[in-house]
């Protein structure tokens, strides 16, 4: 259904054409009845009494017929439009938050390898089925922490998830609980309610209560994964599946048994809330309607292959030729061709380099560089369409798409615009020269703190600043060292020997900003820098838990 609210034209000005073409038609007819080849041979008031009367026209005509062909063709290059083109893009909304015991009975055997180490392989699963979703991990024993707030990236999450280990809490106990103001703080910027997985073997003896007051008055879902073997005889601490179940029940949430196939995976993934959003659905470009009648003006067209059905054309070129041809032919041509192979292409390839020269040379005939570099962008060739576009504010555009974000960043600087800042912005947060992007945003909102997405940008930004001053500071060095890092000059520890001492040297630190802003600095930190997060978060748990007790 069109809805004449929306109805509207993309390109209005092709619209502009019917005037000037219903004149020109005019002019056409009465051009043909004034060219008489009678007139000037014989008397008016003779010629109209030797005239035969001419038939009565036909609605259906050349005349006719190219009237509408007319109307038609500008309504196609108007673009009549009143509904928005559907998004092909799509991402679930509903976050993942996982709540994992790391409580001491995780270290049960009764299931192999261990209950952690399965519950660890089970969430790997899980994080592959779910690629979608953001996902935080918090994990409680005597006390709760979160590891991992919201995040898209998987990659992040299977990282701290192989660095999580039984006993890592620094209190004993097994009290879910105490996460639940933790998924609230890591909950409170999300637009609709997410799913909880409780994974455990049992819970404390206030649990059911304070979890059935939480479900309560949160609308969130809660999933509860039981993992290990209810039969005393194969551990000192049996699961506790009643306990989890009644747990279940207060919340109205399903209980989850662990299997060694995917029969459990499947049944999470089947319970979890799906929250799939149509991505930028307010930006959706106009869906041009048109099309359709171009099918008909061919229908049209066809009737000019019948016998006198001749009009003269040439006229319909004249509001082409009245265009502006923005030098189309007198435009240096750049150094290398725009589909041309790289210099280290394999020589076999030579021919259809030179094919692909002859069709780049065939598009600049009829299309501007701008035209073409954009063509190439919305094609899907950022890498091309960054050497054809001549505005730099389209190269940057095409470097930013193709990944190639320093030089985006500095393509940016071109262009004194708020809009360039903030993009030029991104692009550097995007090639992780982080203080040059914040200090980029700054100055944006100095300019214009209400620049949107600029603050919550440049918060973001702070926060992984600050949590890189935090890690560097927490690093450690690893016990021993590994025979691949040693030089010539390292103390090496002989066949036999048991131990080496080594003279103590203070350790210097590092900013964020000092590791950022040399290449050098950060490849040295790098290589001292752990792999495994398990002592990070063993000495962030620790600061934690001394800072602001057993919970947040």
């Known amino acids: 259904m069109i809805d ?141 922490h979160t590891v991992l707030p919201l ?36 909950l409170a910027k999300a637009r609709r309610s997410a799913s909880i997985l409780l994974i455990s073997d049992g819970i ?32 000192t601490s049996p699961l506790d599946e009643r306990g989890l179940q009644a747990l279940a029940n207060d919340c109205d949430a399903n209980y989850v048994d662990d299997s060694i196939d995917t029969q459990d995976i499947n049944t999470i993934v089947n319970s979890l809330s799906d929250g799939y959003n149509i991505v930028d659905n307010e930006a959706l470009p106009w869906l041009d309607s048109g099309y359709p009648l171009v099918f008909v003006a061919m229908a049209l067209a066809l009737l000019w292959f019948r016998r006198g059905w001749t009009r003269v054309w040439a006229w319909l070129l004249a509001p082409a030729l009245l265009l502006p041809q923005h030098e189309l032919l007198a435009q240096d041509r750049p150094l290398e061709s725009a589909l041309a192979i790289t210099a280290d292409a394999p020589v076999q390839h030579a021919k259809s380099s030179i094919l692909e020269t002859l069709l780049d040379d065939f598009i600049r005939l009829w299309l501007t560089p701008d035209q073409y570099g954009r063509l190439l962008l919305e094609a899907g060739y950022p890498e091309k369409a960054a050497h054809v576009f001549a505005n730099p504010i389209w190269q940057a555009t095409a470097h930013y798409y193709a990944e190639d974000f320093i030089r985006a960043a500095s393509l940016f600087t071109r262009q004194d615009s708020l809009a360039a800042q903030f993009n030029r912005a991104n692009a550097l947060a995007h090639g992780r020269d982080y203080v040059r992007a914040l200090s980029a945003y700054n100055q944006l909102l100095l300019r214009d703190p209400l620049f949107p997405g600029a603050k919550a940008n440049r918060d973001a930004l702070q926060a992984l600043i600050d949590e890189i001053n935090r890690l560097s500071e927490s690093q450690q060095q690893e016990d021993g060292i590994g025979s691949d890092t040693l030089d010539e000059q390292d103390a090496q520890i002989g066949e036999g020997a048991q131990s ?31 792999h495994d997060p398990e002592r990070f978060l063993r000495t962030k748990f620790s600061i934690q838990l001394k800072e602001r007790g057993v919970s947040e």
């Open 204 to 235: 404390g003896s206030n649990s059911n209560v304070l979890f059935k007051a939480w479900c309560a008055t949160n609308p969130h879902q809660l999933i509860v994964y039981g993992i290990g073997s209810p039969n005393p005889e194969q551990s």
């Open 4 to 144: 004449p609210a929306l109805f509207h034209f993309l390109r209005p000005e092709w619209l502009l054409l019917l005037p000037g073409l219903a004149v020109l038609e005019l002019l056409l007819k009465k051009r043909q009845r004034r060219d008489d080849p009678f007139d000037h041979i014989i008397a008016p008031a003779l010629l109209k009494h030797l005239r035969l009367a001419r038939p009565k026209r036909s609605l259906f005509s050349p005349d006719s017929a190219l009237v509408v062909l007319i109307v038609l063709l500008s309504l196609v290059l108007a673009g009549p439009s009143w509904q928005q083109q559907p998004s092909p893009l799509a991402e679930d909304n509903a976050p993942l938050v996982i709540l994992m015991d790391v409580s001491a009975s995780m270290n049960a055997t009764d299931v192999a390898p261990s209950r952690g180490e399965r519950a660890r392989q089970k969430l790997t699963d899980l994080l592959a089925r779910v690629s979608d979703k953001k996902v935080a991990i918090i994990v409680f024993a005597g006390s709760a």
């Open 500 to 530: 080496l001492e080594f003279q103590a040297t203070e350790r210097e630190q590092y900013t964020a900003e000092e590791l950022l802003a040399s290449p050098e600095t950060a490849d040295m930190w790098l290589k001292g820098v752990q």
């Open 151 to 186: 995040t898209n990236d998987h990659d992040i999450a299977r990282n701290y998830l192989s660095g999580i280990r039984t006993g890592m809490a620094p209190r004993a106990g097994k009290f879910p609980e105490y996460a639940l103001p933790s998924v609230d703080r890591v």
